[in-house]
């Protein structure tokens, strides 16, 4: 059997993450504005442009991370961060070798008319891109607020609510039944992904649980065939994070194991890191977690052995909205890693959700996978709200990036008693 080729160990993030509000007293004058910049001077000349796909000038920053418009034969897709858009760039490939394939041409139609004609539908598909990438997006700002522990505040509300019913007689609780629909969802959005998919998945080298939701129709409508096809082309578009080593274990559960069975096994490893019954659930059916991200982070934090305190990155995760938030939460622990590679930490940070570490010597590591840094209003104030989240008496500062760093946004944060690292993996 062909094995899925070792996997390029990236260390960009792949999401969106902003730092908060502005800080309403600084002048305009006080902050930076991160420049549109042409494809070409960002990405080599393979990534600009490929088959079928090209990427849209200008591309845009928010002051973290750059967001890339890809426009294609099969629509437009967006890609926050340079590992993102390797990602979109695999799948517009894989998408390719199924268009091409005259063994997927069997499906109604054909799958060059087939997936055409899902593009408006299946697609978030905007007329002007680029114009609408404002830098901000929703439900991300929270994540530099400091960290309070969501998973146990969600698991008590459960235990409590079912204690109540079960001394009243009542029905199940609103929590409770929260709780179920969660567990629905998340059933509906991955646990129903066949092996027949799967194997395509493989044979392609994508991503089973992508939210390209393009490619998941196509590779649905081609399995019901199971079409024999042979490709020459293996595309890794499979979310990897930096520092965990050998990834084929995890690719091979992700690829040949069913999800639900995934989720049985990793139940115990999760009690072992100190999470609860009701933590447990609300982790495992957390949307933007698939299994994918789930076995990625587990693998992070068995890398991590001996390291006080792992349940905590469980914890954090629980809170993640977007796709963008768990791509560049998972690069960051992944950041992370690498500094316990570097020199041992002996703990996770509470108090941040950046993944943080604390090395024997009382030294504080906080890690950011960001694409390229600049010294807005919106990184100035989270910057600020994250050191004030750490704990007091804290002694000196590491923060891991994981890309470039603006000379105006080195200085201002260094001068605020940040060491700045920015590892090459």
Request: glycine share 10%; net charge neutral; with cysteine.
């Amino acid at each position: 059997m062909t094995r899925t080729p070792t996997l390029a160990r990236t260390v960009i993030a792949a999401s969106s993450w902003v730092l908060g509000r502005a800080i309403a007293a600084d002048s305009p004058d006080d902050f930076e504005s991160p420049p549109d910049q042409a494809p070409a001077a960002l990405l080599p000349a393979s990534m600009v442009a490929g088959t079928n796909y090209h990427v849209v000038d200008p591309v845009r920053s928010d002051g973290l991370m750059r967001t890339y418009v890809l426009d294609s034969k099969f629509g437009q897709f967006e890609a926050y961060g340079r590992s993102a858009l390797l990602i979109r760039t695999r799948e517009i490939a894989a998408l390719n070798e199924l268009a091409r394939t005259s063994s997927v041409e069997i499906v109604a139609g054909g799958v060059g008319r087939g997936v055409e004609s899902q593009v408006e539908t299946a697609v978030a598909v905007v007329a002007h891109p680029v114009q609408t990438v404002t830098g901000i997006p929703k439900g991300v700002t929270h994540l530099f607020h400091g960290y309070v522990d969501e998973g146990k505040e969600a698991a008590a509300d459960l235990h409590d609510s079912a204690v109540s019913a079960r001394a009243s007689g009542a029905p199940a609780s609103t929590a409770a039944a929260k709780g179920a629909s969660a567990a629905k969802h998340y059933a509906n959005r991955y646990l129903g992904v066949t092996a027949a998919e799967r194997h395509w998945y493989e044979k392609l080298g994508v991503d089973p649980y992508t939210d390209n939701a393009l490619l998941r129709t196509a590779i649905h409508k081609t399995a019901k065939v199971d079409a024999a096809a042979g490709f020459g082309t293996r595309f890794v578009g499979i979310p990897s994070i930096p520092g965990i080593g050998d990834l084929h274990q995890v690719m091979d559960a992700v690829y040949k194991e069913d999800p639900a069975t995934i989720r049985a096994r990793s139940r115990a490893t999760l009690a072992g890191y100190g999470l609860e019954s009701g933590e447990i659930d609300r982790w495992q059916n957390t949307p933007v977690l698939s299994p994918t991200r789930q076995l990625l982070l587990l693998k992070a934090a068995a890398v991590l052995n001996g390291v006080d305190g792992r349940g905590e990155l469980f914890r954090r995760a629980m809170g993640l909205t977007t796709d963008a938030e768990a791509q560049v939460y998972l690069q960051s622990v992944g950041l992370l890693v690498l500094a316990h590679r570097k020199q041992a930490i002996v703990a996770i940070v509470p108090g941040v959700w950046l993944p943080a570490g604390r090395r024997a010597d009382g030294h504080i590591i906080v890690c950011g996978a960001f694409e390229s840094v600049y010294w807005t209003a919106e990184v100035a104030s989270g910057e600020q709200q994250i050191r004030q989240a750490l704990p007091q008496g804290a002694g000196a500062r590491e923060l891991w990036l994981a890309g470039t760093v603006s000379a105006w946004a080195r200085a201002e944060l260094q001068a605020r008693g940040w060491q700045l690292e920015a590892p090459v993996p």
